[in-house]
C-alpha cells in the first residue's frame, strides 16, 4: 500500500483567493487523481495528474479553475483558484499502487471552507 | 460506460445486527471490485476487494462476493459496532487499466447502541 500525506489538513479561506494543495506519496506511483467530495455527496473527479505533462480533466473542470503540478512521481498540487463558497469541499489526493496495481489510495483529504 | 449502483442510505441499524449494502455494476469484461470506507472526518481507506469470479473479499468482519452472474458485490457483516458507522463506497476498475476506479454514491451507516 501507498502512505499519502496532504497539506494543509484544513484551511479557511476568502472568495477571490487562492489555495494550493500539496499531495506526497511515500513511493513512487503510476498515477495520481484528484477528488472533490461535497458535504454529504460521493467522490467526483477533477482530474488525473499526468507526471511531465498537462493533467486530464474531467467535464466540467478546467485548467484556469484547477492547475495540478505533478513534477515526478511522488508529488503533485492542487490549486483552488479565484474561490468561492461554492468550491468549500473537501478535496482528496489518490494513487494508484506501483506498476500493475489497480488498487487506489486515498490521502486525508484538505478540509476547505470558503467564506 | 462502467458504472456502480449502490443501496441509497442512510442506514440506521442497532448494534449486533446483520448489515447488508447492495452494489451491482455495469462493466465490460471482469473488472476488480472494492469496497471502501469513511469514518467521519478522513479520507477513503480500502475495506476489501476481488479480483475475479466467485472470490470472497473480506476484512475486519467484513465480507463481499464478487458475483459475474447477477453483476454484484453486495458488503455483508454480520454483526455491527457503533464504531462501524462510516460511509461505504463501492467502485470498480477498468478492465483497462489506465482509469480511476468508477464509484457508487455511497452509502451511510449509522449503528446505535
Known amino acids: 500500500s501507498a502512505v499519502i500525506s496532504q497539506k494543509p489538513s484544513r484551511d479557511i479561506c476568502q472568495r477571490g483567493t487562492s489555495l494550493t494543495i500539496q499531495c506526497q506519496v511515500d513511493s513512487q506511483v503510476t498515477m495520481m487523481f484528484w477528488y472533490r467530495q461535497q458535504p454529504g455527496q460521493s467522490l467526483t473527479l477533477i482530474a488525473t495528474a499526468n507526471q511531465g505533462s498537462e493533467a486530464t480533466y474531467e467535464s466540467g473542470f478546467v485548467i484556469d479553475k484547477f492547475p495540478i503540478s505533478r513534477p515526478n512521481l511522488t508529488f503533485s498540487t492542487l490549486t483552488v483558484s479565484n474561490m468561492s463558497p461554492e468550491d468549500s469541499s473537501i478535496y482528496l489526493c489518490s494513487v494508484r499502487g506501483g506498476f500493475g496495481t489497480d488498487t487506489q489510495y486515498f490521502g486525508p483529504g484538505t478540509r476547505l471552507t470558503v467564506l | 460506460g462502467d458504472s456502480v449502483t449502490q443501496m441509497e442510505g442512510p442506514v440506521t441499524l442497532s448494534e449486533e445486527a446483520f448489515l447488508t449494502i447492495n452494489c451491482t455494476y455495469t462493466a465490460t469484461g471482469y473488472p476488480s471490485l472494492f469496497w471502501y470506507v469513511q469514518y467521519p472526518g478522513e479520507g477513503l481507506q480500502l475495506l476489501l476487494k476481488a479480483t475475479k469470479a466467485d472470490d470472497k473479499g473480506s476484512n475486519k468482519g467484513f465480507e463481499a462476493t464478487y458475483r459475474k452472474e447477477t453483476t454484484s458485490f453486495h458488503l455483508e457483516k454480520g454483526s455491527v459496532q457503533v464504531s462501524d458507522s462510516a460511509v461505504y463506497f463501492c467502485?470498480?476498475?477498468?478492465?483497462?487499466?489506465?482509469?480511476?476506479?468508477?464509484f457508487g454514491k455511497g452509502t451511510r451507516l449509522s449503528v446505535i447502541a
Open positions: 467502485a470498480l476498475s477498468a478492465v483497462s487499466g489506465n482509469t480511476p476506479l468508477v
